[in-house]
């Protein structure tokens, strides 16, 4: 079993859940104060998807679900807690009654600051070094270039949404080494992944810098975007891909920790994106799955075992285990810290 630098995951990620009251809600028990903040209403399919920064600041929104430019939403989420977070009276992420879920990352703590590694200055970066992830906010160039991640090694993927409506909606952005040089995934659709020598040459990526090109989803002249970077971390975060079966006795997917979020994208066929966390559903197999590429509630036609070194999925289907290859991102907690003393998987 691998070992672990951190060796409490909530510190960093946590999944929480829940009731809205209508009013001001002060929401706790997430471990850490969140520098991300992704919410969904599981009682209304209505109701998109809301992300929340604390490098955009409270109350801007953007949708993982839509292509929309960020908004500004007074009454959603109003401020980042030292254990969690607060909303108001928006019905996206406090409707009255209704249940919610929210998955939470911790960056650098707070807005940061410009970085300067590449040759387009980011407006602000936020990042953990020691959870591999961070936030970063920048103008587009126009022209090809580079920006500073923070991150200190090379990041597995990033998430690009441009934030401004200048030139109408412009879908999300997913690339990385994970997924392959100038390849892109689409987060806000079920659309397979597309290859283009628009898209960034990842095999230029450093351990400072992401490179883009001047496709309008990364780098458009005058444009502006954020950029969620995420890099593996041992026995904390494991990002890759796998092979579906086809097989109702699926693969098992080895992670070198116990998932408590798992993200799935069919990259070779039009299938949505699915997650699945154990606060939802806290007992193998794990079958309710949400879908942040649309606006429907929990379903529970999809089943996979989470385990303390990785997952299995234990049914077919063409979005999680077809013969395809599937992009997945894990979050959790390995069984050892770097102390070498076993600790619960959380």
């Known amino acids: 079993m691998a070992y672990t630098t951190i060796n409490k995951h909530t510190d960093y990620f946590n999944t929480k859940t829940y ?27 209505g109701d998109d998807y809301a992300m929340y920064d604390a490098v955009r600041g409270v109350n801007k929104r953007i949708r993982s679900n839509q292509n929309d430019a960020e908004s500004t939403e007074t009454a959603a989420l109003t401020s980042f807690d030292s254990d969690g977070f607060t909303v108001g009276t928006a019905g996206s992420s406090n409707g009255n009654g209704d ?4 998955w939470n990352w911790k960056a650098g703590g707070g807005q940061g600051s410009s970085n300067t590694d590449g040759t387009i200055n980011t407006t602000y970066t936020s990042a953990n070094t020691a959870a591999g992830f961070s936030i ?15 991150l200190g090694v090379i990041p597995d993927i990033v998430f690009w949404k441009r934030t401004d409506s200048n030139d109408g909606a412009v879908n999300w952005i997913v690339g990385g080494p994970a997924i392959g040089s100038e390849t892109k995934l689409v987060l806000n659709t079920n659309e397979a992944k597309t290859t283009n020598s628009a898209f960034p040459d990842t095999t230029s990526w450093t351990n400072q810098v992401v490179s883009v090109k001047t496709y309008e989803g ?24 796998y092979e579906g079966s086809n097989n109702s006795n699926g693969p098992f997917v080895y992670t070198g920790l116990r998932p408590s979020f798992i993200l799935i994208k069919n990259m070779d066929h039009t299938k949505d994106w699915n997650i699945w966390d154990n606060k939802r559903d806290v007992d193998n197999p794990l079958e309710k799955k949400l879908a942040p590429s649309t606006s429907a509630v929990d379903s529970t036609d999809l089943a996979l075992d989470f385990l303390s070194n990785g997952f299995k999925l234990r049914q077919n289907g063409s979005n999680f285990n077809d013969s395809y290859t599937y992009f997945y991102m894990a979050f959790g907690q390995s069984l050892v810290g770097s102390n070498n003393v076993p600790c619960t998987a959380r």
């Open 19 to 45: 009731t809205g009251n209508s009013g001001t809600l002060n929401v706790t028990g997430v471990g850490h104060q969140p520098d991300f903040v992704w919410i969904k209403d599981r009682s209304s399919s």
């Open 99 to 102: 249940s919610f879920v929210s």
């Open 136 to 150: 970063s906010t920048y103008n587009g160039t126009g022209s090809n270039g580079t920006f500073g991640h923070g």
């Open 218 to 241: 990364q780098n458009d002249s005058n444009a502006t975007y954020v950029a969620y970077a995420f890099a593996s971390k041992t026995g904390y975060s494991h990002i890759g891909t």
